[in-house]
């Protein structure tokens, strides 16, 4: 069974940076459709950023120039670069594969908390 696991989170102030990794035990990253997720207190879950399998990247507006998803396959992990974090950018944040329709394939890991104070 393949288990995602999250890691990179903390506290931060505003305008610092955070890098998040994904690690993928039984399955490799290579060549797959990943995405990050995050969801904030009180909020639905929602889509962040995700790297294709030709590696082609897609962000949310909210993120677009401040977030970059990068892919190492040496070491079977996906990153999430934060730049310039908000309070805004406040949750616990997921990774995931996705499918071609662009869902959630695996079960949730527990997710790495990110948070910004003002």
């Known amino acids: 069974q393949v288990q995602l696991v999250e890691s990179g989170g903390g506290s931060v102030q505003v305008g610092e940076s955070l890098t998040l990794s994904c690690a993928a035990s039984g399955s490799t990253f290579n060549a797959k459709n990943v995405g990050w997720y995050r969801q904030s207190p009180g909020k639905q879950r929602e889509w962040v950023a995700a790297i294709f399998k030709f590696d082609s990247r897609s962000y949310a507006d909210s993120v677009e120039g401040r977030f970059t998803i990068a892919r190492d396959n040496a070491k079977n992990t996906v990153s999430l670069q934060m730049n310039n974090l908000s309070p805004e950018d406040t949750a616990v944040y997921y990774c995931?594969?996705?499918?071609?329709?662009?869902?959630?394939?695996?079960?949730w890991g527990k997710g790495t908390l990110v948070t910004v104070s003002s």
């Open positions: 995931n594969m996705v499918s071609e329709s662009g869902s959630p394939i695996l079960s």
